[in-house]
């Protein structure tokens, strides 16, 4: 699995973002996709993933109904909808692959996106 996640840019807080996730090799119903993101100093934090078990969608308290994470299956591509950017959202952001059920426990993911970076400033 190959992940490229990109979008990341400058926004001002308040402001909306969307994040794309392009993934290869890739099959849906056999890995779990996610979001993360870690800022400086911070350890990594998951945000919201389809499982691969019930392909549902979850998503972290921290971000519930902020955020919303979405799929085009045929491009093989999740995307991540930011809403009410806060300064604290700023960090890289991550999208990562998972062949088993790992709620947002990063260190049961697999594979990884190179990362985009979102800065939420005035």
């Known amino acids: 699995v190959q992940l490229q996640a990109s979008g990341g840019s400058l926004v001002q807080p308040g402001g909306s973002l969307r994040l794309s996730c392009a993934a290869s090799?890739?099959?849906?119903?056999?890995?779990?996709i996610g979001w993360f993101r870690q800022a400086p100093g911070k350890e990594r934090e998951g945000l919201s993933y389809i499982s691969s078990s019930d392909d549902k969608t979850y998503y972290a308290d921290s971000v519930k109904g902020r955020f919303s994470m979405s799929r085009d299956k045929p491009k093989n591509t999740v995307y991540l909808q930011m809403n009410s950017l806060k300064p604290e959202d700023t960090a890289v952001y991550y999208c990562a692959a998972s062949q088993v059920d790992p709620k947002l426990r990063h260190a049961l993911y697999d594979y990884w996106g190179q990362g985009t970076q979102v800065t939420v400033s005035s």
């Open positions: 090799r890739f099959t849906w119903g056999y890995y779990s």
